[in-house]
């Protein structure tokens, strides 16, 4: 199944809260399935770090299939049969939504001329689409990681835009921890000498060994040991002995490289220092008088939250947090730490129990 | 589907479009009735992690944790009813789970088996070993049950909670049971004001 891809300019110029405002945003996205005629039946699907709008088509770039497949499409969980779903490009990325390798006004790419930017920017730009797409109340906003960001922000901030929030291995502000594995992620980019402080776009080097180490470094943290283990465990690649050298003997080592480079050939440099300082950023309690149970004071919406046993980007107890809040707030919230052995990324990978979870939750 | 006896007495005295948590729910049997039959505004609590996962599927409103510890979270009288079906008996301090039911429900039912119906009483009297009944039918190796109470030690506890005990009921066998009911009850249901 493919979904329709559109990109739109938005009306407005967006404001930002590190001040200022993104002129001209564009915003590209796709849909999935109907929308009914009181408009009623519309999701929000936010998509993480370094994901995109393709949640159920081809990526254009690597023609792999959409990163949420097996949950999207007709009979499935989330049901294309019966709901309108819309996933954008956050702003700051860069497959198609204003990011640091848009234009800017002088006809040449924004680099770090982009504004940083903030995961309540990034929903306020979505709020926006949703208002020229004419939807007013959304059935849902689903997301996962940093999905899972927007998601709880949009239900903070846009109070009755969502009747229902579904949150799946997330959190409500980022741990030292987190802050600390992004850091090396945007230190191993801006040590390339391609960088180029950013200014990389029109030069023949591009900054790929950087941005390759950092994806290395961050999909290690999307894995569970015992997944790597058992995935690669101490095996050898293509050989029978070590070589006493520096090549990729480990099949872990080889496996990590495979993913670094893959990477480089979808992903803007640029668009992972802004996004994942987005994501460091994120503190939705601060955001609202320093009380987690105060951003949702009043909700009317469902919450669902979703773990994984195995996760320990944004542990179980990341999760509990926010449910702790959500019973403070008196809303109605669902919570389940669901058993899995991937790691984080058990919430794009097979777990039957989630596909229950999300398809029972959206009834 | 019948809901078990103590649990269709509970869904029968909860008002329609009242606020209920069910602590303990289990696979969310009554949150499910009461929001079909009664309006009700329902939400529950489970440790056990299938079990909340079939609540969700359902759409119940229900959280995976342990009430020894997070029903702390919830706000002062955030509910009409709070409920602990078969549960009291599962708990690290059962007074102290009393006391949290009376702080956040308005009215608290509690249900729990009897541990001195005669069948118990025979079974550890004439077998001399710990009692496995239809009622507690595991034995005590396994049994979650660790805090074994009886109609008698119930209505103390909640006299020394300040408790008021509103209406009360017996089932043996599944059954309705009048007078005598610490020998009779196979199990017991308390509603509790304070």
Known sequence: ?363 | MSLRPDLAAIAEAIEPGTRVLDIGCGDGALLAELRDCKRVDARGMEIDGACVERCVAQGLSVVQGDANRELADYPDKGFDYAVLSQTLQTATRPDLMLEELLRVGRQAFVSFPNFAHWRTRAALMLGGRMPVTRAIPVSWYETPNIHHVTVKDFRELAREKGAKIEREWFFSGGRPVAGGSNWRAEFAVFQLSR
Not at chain 1, 218 to 241: M, P, V
Not at chain 1, 247 to 270: C, H, I, K, P, W
């Open chain 1, 1 to 363: 199944m493919a979904g329709t891809s559109f990109t739109l300019e938005l009306p407005q110029p967006l404001a930002l809260d590190g001040g200022g405002e993104l002129a001209s945003p564009q915003i590209a996205f796709e849909t999935y399935g109907e929308l009914n005629e009181d408009r009623s039946n519309a999701i929000l699907l936010c998509h993480a770090l370094t994901g995109d709008q393709y949640v159920a088509s081809p990526h254009p770039v690597t023609g792999k299939p959409g990163w949420w497949e097996r949950m999207v499409g007709p009979g499935k969980p989330i049901d294309t049969d019966r709901y309108h779903v819309v996933c954008a490009n956050v702003i700051g990325s860069c497959m198609g939504s204003s990011g640091p390798a848009s234009e800017a006004s002088d006809g040449k790419p924004y680099a770090m001329r982009f504004p940083v930017i903030t995961i309540r920017d990034m929903v306020r730009a979505l709020v926006a689409l949703l208002d020229e797409l004419g939807i007013e109340r959304l059935h849902a906003v689903v997301g996962g990681s940093m999905g899972g960001m927007q998601a709880l922000s949009l239900a903070a901030n846009w109070r009755d835009r969502a009747a229902r929030v579904l949150v799946i291995a997330s959190t409500s502000r980022h741990s030292a921890q987190n802050i600390a594995f992004h850091e090396l992620g945007r230190q191993a980019i801006m040590a390339d000498p391609n960088w180029q402080q950013g200014d990389y776009y029109d030069s023949a080097e591009q900054p790929d060994a950087g941005l390759a180490v950092a994806r290395m470094a961050a999909h290690i943290t999307y894995l569970s040991e015992e997944a790597l283990t058992g995935k690669f465990g101490r095996n050898l690649q293509d050989r029978e002995a070590k070589s006493f050298g520096f090549d990729a003997d480990f099949q872990v080592e080889s496996y990590l490289r495979y993913q670094g480079s893959g990477f480089t050939r979808r992903f803007d440099a640029n668009s992972y220092l802004y996004i994942t300082r987005a994501m460091d950023y994120f503190d939705l309690a601060e955001e609202h008088g320093g009380k987690l149970a105060d951003a949702f004071a009043g909700t009317r919406a469902r919450f669902c939250l979703v773990s994984f046993d195995s996760d320990w980007l944004y542990p179980t107890s990341e999760s509990r947090h926010v449910v702790r809040a959500l019973n403070a707030a008196g809303a109605a919230v669902s919570f389940v730490e669901l058993s899995a052995p991937h790691g984080h990324d058990s919430f794009l990978l097979d777990v039957p129990a989630l596909d229950r979870v999300v398809k029972g939750f959206l009834e």
